[in-house]
């Protein structure tokens, strides 16, 4: 007979106290719970009541490689919110890019991308834009940017270090030598010749600088005829 019966056996022939058959039926209450939620943890790990201490079978929701480990045979664990293994599918990997606030305009998601690692010099791997992020870092002024890499030989491992080169559809520029650019404060102009030996003096916005040539991006039109050096 269990504590709880004999309280409650006790309490019908008016022996025992109204105060400890309702402890008595509260840890009754407490121990089938302990029990229900044990059960359901053995039936989860797919382990039933009479193997216990048995080898212990856990499958990973995923399909991967352990990358981490941090139990060996043997070794007991009685916290069930410790990390024992790590399983991750590395078949793809992706690598995370710092972009200069002036380049986020030329990279687009789906775009083609190259990444020469540091632990294969002069090899480079080839992928595609996942992912460009939306927050501009106010600090370093880059932006994240997330590669995809097929990783079926698992030679590229995460933490691994690597410039990333991206390649977008080429867009028509007008550019100039740099030299053809006057900057006063903040405003920049060339000299537009409008006639033989005639020159005038046209403001402009300009863009990005490659080498020593600039993009203008507003107030000068194709072909147009203009002092390249010299100009001041």
């Known amino acids: 007979m269990c504590s709880s019966d004999l309280q409650k056996d006790l309490q019908e022939h008016g022996i025992g106290a109204e105060r400890e058959l309702e402890q008595a039926q509260t840890t009754r209450d407490t121990a089938q719970s302990e029990l229900q939620r044990a059960a359901t943890r053995l039936q989860l790990l797919r382990v039933g009541p009479g193997s216990v201490g048995g080898p212990l079978t ?3 929701p995923i399909t991967g490689r352990v990358i981490d480990l941090s139990t060996a045979p043997g070794q007991y664990q009685n916290d069930p919110a410790a990390v024992l293994m790590i399983v991750a599918d590395l078949t793809t990997v992706w690598l995370t890019a ?6 986020i305009r030329r990279v687009h998601q ?4 190259s990444a020469n690692f540091a632990a294969y010099p002069g090899e480079a791997f080839t992928g595609s834009v996942f992912y460009v992020g939306d927050l501009l870092d106010p600090v370093t002024r880059t932006i994240k940017v997330r590669v995809a ?15 990333v080169t991206f390649r977008s559809q080429a867009a028509s520029e007008i550019v100039v030598p740099t030299p053809a650019v006057v900057v006063n404060g903040d405003k920049s102009s060339v000299y537009v010749e409008t006639a033989p030996w005639t020159f005038q003096k046209r403001e402009v916005d300009v863009g990005e600088q490659v080498a020593d040539r600039i993009a203008v991006t507003r107030g000068l039109d194709v072909g147009a005829r203009i002092v390249t050096k010299n100009a001041v």
């Open 110 to 113: 789906g775009d083609d991308a």
């Open 149 to 163: 890499f097929k990783n079926a030989d698992f030679r590229l491992k995460p933490g691994m270090f690597a410039t």
């Open 98 to 103: 710092n972009v200069q606030e002036k380049d």
């Open 58 to 60: 856990v499958p990973s």
